[in-house]
């Protein structure tokens, strides 16, 4: 699967909460944390970091149903956020609905060690 594919969530299989204690967005399934997406605020600013999904849940839309829960909570509340995850970067690219509620500065991400297992299809 070439990164820039991303699966839709079926919207029965995954429960995406906040937690705003840990500043994560977290996806389970039957109740069991199998991904996030982590964001920061500050000065009323809001920035999405770095999403996580569990090895055995990739590819099953999961890290989608974090990004589009996290960023139609942003356009709900028209809180335009900065986006540090590339996950989301390309999310936010295939769905041009969201662009408004973010800034994109691909420059800034940080090249995690998920974000280079992506890229290299490991």
């Known amino acids: 699967m070439k990164a820039r594919e991303h699966m ?3 919207p ?10 840990t ?3 977290e996806a389970l399934i039957d109740g069991r ?8 605020t500050t000065g009323g600013r809001v920035s999405l970091t770095h999403s996580y999904v569990d090895e055995d849940q990739r590819h099953r839309g999961v890290a ?4 589009s829960h996290a960023l ?3 356009s709900q509340t028209q809180t335009k956020a900065a986006v540090y995850c590339g996950f989301v970067a390309d999310y936010v690219q295939d769905h041009p609905e969201y662009q408004g509620a973010v800034d994109l500065n691909r420059s800034a991400f940080i ?9 290299s299809g490991q």
């Open 64 to 67: 989608s149903a974090l990004a």
């Open 33 to 40: 944390v199998v991904g996030n997406l982590a964001y920061e």
């Open 23 to 25: 500043r994560l967005y």
């Open 8 to 10: 839709e969530p079926s």
């Open 12 to 21: 029965a299989a995954f429960e995406v909460r906040k937690d705003e204690t």
């Open 72 to 74: 139609e909570e942003l």
């Open 111 to 119: 090249a995690t060690r998920t974000a280079r297992d992506t890229t």
